[in-house]
C-alpha cells in the first residue's frame, strides 16, 4: 500500500473515532448544567463523533468538604440558599469569603483533579464554571498537558478577580464583546479567544415556538388582545414578584401579567391569591418557559444572562432591576441592556408600573420590540465549531502517527520523514 493511502486511511480512523469532552459544571443556580446539558445534547447529534461526560465538580470537591468546614454549607447550596432567601445583597461581601476558602484548598483541589484525570481520560476539558479554572487548568497541565483547557463563561462579563477569567494558558469563548475585551485584556492571545453570538440556550429557545396567541391566552384565563408581561425570576421565584403584582394592579397599566414561580409553592399560593383588576395567570415550576415566553409581548425578572437571553429569542423588551441586591457577576448585564437598547434598567422595581407604562407607549415599544427582533443568538450551534477548531491546533505529533501505523499488521510502515514538516506546522510548538 503506498505511502499516502496508510496515512489518508489512519486520519479517517481518527476522525471516525468520538472523541471525548469533559464539561464542568456546578448546581450552583441553575445557568451552568443548563448550559452543560443544551452542549451535550448538540455534540452526541454530530454524528456521535463527541462522547460527552459531564463532571460535577461539587460532588468531586465534597471529598474535601471545601466551604462546609467554614460555614457548614456546600458551595452550590449556600449559593442556591441565598438566591432562595433573597439575600443577594450579602454577595459582594460574601465573594471575597468564597474565593479565600477556594484558595486556601486550592493545592488540595488540584491533587483531586489530577487523580481523577488520570482515572478519566479526555480529548477536551470545557469548563461552565466560575472560580475553578484556575485549578482545572494547573491539574489538567500536570496529567496531560496535550490536552486543551476551554472555560465557556455563561455570564455577559467577566467579574474579576479570579472570577472565570484568570491569568493561565487556556481557551476562553465569550458571549459579548465585553467578556472578549476583558480576555484580551488580560493577556490572552487573540487566536485563543472566540466569540459567540451570545449565551447557550437550551435547542428549544432556538427554534422558537408558534403558538395561536389568541386562543391559547383565552385557555389560561388572559384577555386575546391585552399586552401581555411575563413576570419570572428564576427557578425559585422571589417575594419581589408578588410586590411587582400589587403595583401593577395599583396602577394605570393596562395589561395582564404571567407569573411563573418556579419552585417556590409558597410565593404560588400568594400571587393565585390576590384579586387583581386585570387578568393573571399563576404558574410553579415548569419545563416550557418557552410557551409562556410566545404568548407574552415584555419581561419583568431579574437580570439574569438566560432570562435575558431567552426573552429576546421571543423578541420581548425586557424590564430589570439594578442596585445592591443585585448579584456582581449580573450587573453587567443590565448596562448592557440599555447599551443595546432592549429595554428598561431601573433602580427599584417600586417604579415598575411607570415603566411598563413608558414600555409600551406605541412609538417606544416599537422600538424596543425593534431592537429586540434583531437580536441574533446562534451561540449553541456555534460552539461545536469553535472546540473543532481547538481541537485541530492540538492535533498529535508525527511519532504517534507512525507508531499507529506500525501496530496494524496489515499495513507497511511508511517513512514518515518526509512528511514530517507538514504534520508539525499544524502544532502548536
Given at each position: ?111 483531586l483533579l489530577t487523580e481523577y484525570w488520570r482515572d478519566h481520560g479526555s480529548d477536551l476539558v470545557l469548563s461552565v464554571i466560575p472560580h475553578f479554572n ?81 386562543e391559547e391566552r383565552k385557555r389560561l384565563g388572559l384577555d386575546p388582545d391585552r399586552p401581555t408581561g411575563l413576570l419570572l425570576f428564576g427557578g425559585h ?193
Amino acid at each position: 500500500m503506498r505511502q499516502s493511502q496508510q496515512v489518508a486511511q489512519l486520519e479517517e480512523g481518527r476522525s471516525l473515532m468520538p472523541r471525548k469532552i469533559t464539561i464542568v459544571l456546578f448546581d450552583a443556580g441553575g445557568g451552568h448544567r443548563s448550559a452543560a446539558e443544551a452542549l451535550k445534547s448538540v455534540l452526541e447529534l454530530e454524528a456521535s463523533s463527541w462522547q460527552v461526560e459531564l463532571l460535577n465538580i461539587q460532588e468531586l470537591l465534597d471529598q474535601l468538604d471545601v466551604l462546609r468546614k467554614a460555614t457548614g454549607l456546600r458551595i452550590q447550596d449556600g449559593y442556591n440558599l441565598i438566591l432562595r432567601k433573597g439575600w443577594t445583597r450579602l454577595t459582594p461581601q460574601l465573594l471575597p469569603l468564597l474565593q479565600g476558602v477556594i484558595r486556601l484548598y486550592h493545592r488540595s483541589t488540584v491533587k483531586l483533579l489530577t487523580e481523577y484525570w488520570r482515572d478519566h481520560g479526555s480529548d477536551l476539558v470545557l469548563s461552565v464554571i466560575p472560580h475553578f479554572n484556575r485549578a482545572l487548568a494547573e491539574s489538567l497541565r500536570k496529567v496531560s498537558p496535550e490536552v486543551p483547557f476551554v472555560t465557556l463563561l455563561t455570564d455577559f462579563a467577566d467579574y474579576p478577580p479570579h472570577f472565570w477569567i484568570e491569568r493561565q494558558s487556556q481557551y476562553l469563548i465569550c458571549g459579548t464583546k465585553r467578556a472578549e475585551q476583558q480576555a484580551l485584556a488580560m493577556a490572552h492571545d487573540r487566536g485563543d479567544v472566540f466569540l459567540a453570538s451570545g449565551m447557550v440556550m437550551k435547542p428549544r429557545f432556538y427554534k422558537p415556538r408558534v403558538v395561536d396567541r389568541a386562543e391559547e391566552r383565552k385557555r389560561l384565563g388572559l384577555d386575546p388582545d391585552r399586552p401581555t408581561g411575563l413576570l419570572l425570576f428564576g427557578g425559585h421565584g422571589s417575594g419581589v414578584m408578588l410586590d411587582i403584582v400589587r403595583r401593577l394592579d395599583a396602577g394605570r397599566s393596562q395589561v395582564q401579567l404571567i407569573a411563573l414561580c418556579g419552585n417556590n409553592q409558597k410565593l404560588l399560593t400568594a400571587i393565585r391569591s390576590l384579586r387583581t383588576r386585570f387578568p393573571l395567570f399563576a404558574q410553579g415550576f415548569t419545563s416550557e418557559v418557552d410557551y409562556y415566553m410566545a404568548l407574552s409581548e415584555f419581561f419583568i425578572g431579574k437580570p439574569g444572562p438566560g432570562s435575558i437571553s431567552e426573552a429576546l429569542q421571543f423578541h420581548l423588551p425586557v424590564i430589570v432591576e439594578m442596585n445592591g441586591s443585585t448579584l456582581p457577576q449580573e450587573r453587567y448585564n443590565a448596562d448592557w441592556v440599555t447599551e443595546n437598547g432592549l429595554g428598561i434598567v431601573l433602580g427599584s422595581f417600586r417604579q415598575v408600573d411607570q415603566a411598563v407604562e413608558r414600555l409600551l407607549e406605541p412609538l417606544n415599544f416599537a422600538a424596543y420590540r425593534g431592537r429586540a427582533g434583531s437580536y441574533r443568538n446562534r451561540a449553541l450551534y456555534e460552539i461545536p465549531d469553535f472546540l473543532e477548531q481547538i481541537l485541530e491546533r492540538h492535533r498529535p505529533p508525527a511519532a504517534p502517527l507512525g507508531a499507529a501505523v506500525r501496530e496494524n499488521s496489515n499495513l507497511e510502515p511508511p517513512d514518515l520523514a518526509p512528511l514530517t514538516p507538514r504534520l508539525q506546522t499544524s502544532c502548536p510548538t
